[in-house]
T-cell receptor, first 112, second 114 residues
Framework: SQKIEQNSEALNIQEGKTATLTCNYTNYSPAYLQWYRQDPGRGPVFLLLIRENEKEKRKERLKVTFDTTLKQSLFHITASQPADSATYLCALVNNAGNMLTFGGGTRLMVKP | ETGVTQTPRHLVMGMTNKKSLKCEQHLGHNAMYWYKQSAKKPLELMFVYNFKEQTENNSVPSRFSPECPNSSHLFLHLHTLQPEDSALYLC?????????????FGPGTRLLVL
């Protein structure tokens, strides 16, 4: 079955630097992949969706790439700010095509 | 705010209690979902309702019983839970219930089973 791997260790970076988070999947390539942000004690919030025929997608300081050869998506936050500190989840459709499956998320800490 | 509300936000219950979680969405969506989020584990989909009909039950124990009286409201009835059921329970909605559609989450109910 499809497995989604995100680095479970927290990523600590300095304010102003670019944060890069990784989402790897093990099986077939999904038609699209989504990224969500989750703050402590809150539900995830949708950020970006990228389709398999799109190599890159941007939204303000956010950039997502999707490499179906490597079976990997990268999520970048440029000019990071302490307010970007949160857990970031990637999600994709499962094998059976009947539900969205989430990765375990990576916690990002941006230090001032 | 995402347009999805959940009550209560926090709940402590004993293993013999019966309680219900409530979710309401104000987005005009047709699909609603229950997820469980335990510490150190990914979000686990529990149930999916599409146009008030249950379309997915992801092998959830019968001590969890969902109810969807209309497209805007979703309940999760709890009875004889176990301590390992302690988790954050998240409700979400989406426009048409298409797989992979963007989902809008509520703030969750933090449940502690003693």
């Amino acid at each position: 079955s499809q497995k989604i791997e995100q680095n479970s260790e927290a990523l600590n970076i300095q304010e102003g630097k670019t944060a890069t988070l990784t989402c790897n999947y093990t099986n077939y390539s999904p038609a699209y992949l989504q990224w969500y942000r989750q703050d402590p004690g809150r539900g995830p919030v949708f950020l970006l969706l990228i389709r398999e025929n799109e190599k890159e997608k941007r939204k303000e300081r956010l950039k997502v790439t999707f490499d179906t050869t490597l079976k990997q998506s990268l999520f970048h936050i440029t000019a990071s700010q302490p307010a970007d500190s949160a857990t970031y989840l990637c999600a994709l459709v499962n094998n059976a095509g009947n539900m969205l499956t989430f990765g375990g998320g990576t916690r990002l800490m941006v230090k001032p | 705010e995402t347009g999805v509300t959940q009550t209560p936000r926090h709940l402590v219950m004993g293993m013999t209690n019966k309680k219900s979680l409530k979710c309401e969405q104000h987005l005009g969506h047709n699909a609603m979902y229950w997820y469980k989020q335990s510490a150190k584990k990914p979000l686990e989909l529990m149930f999916v309702y599409n146009f008030k009909e249950q379309t997915e039950n992801n092998s959830v124990p019968s001590r969890f019983s969902p109810e969807c009286p209309n497209s805007s409201h979703l309940f999760l009835h709890l009875h004889t839970l176990q301590p390992e059921d302690s988790a954050l329970y998240l409700c979400a909605s989406s426009q048409e219930g298409a797989v992979g559609e963007t989902q809008y989450f509520g703030p969750g109910t933090r449940l502690l089973v003693l």
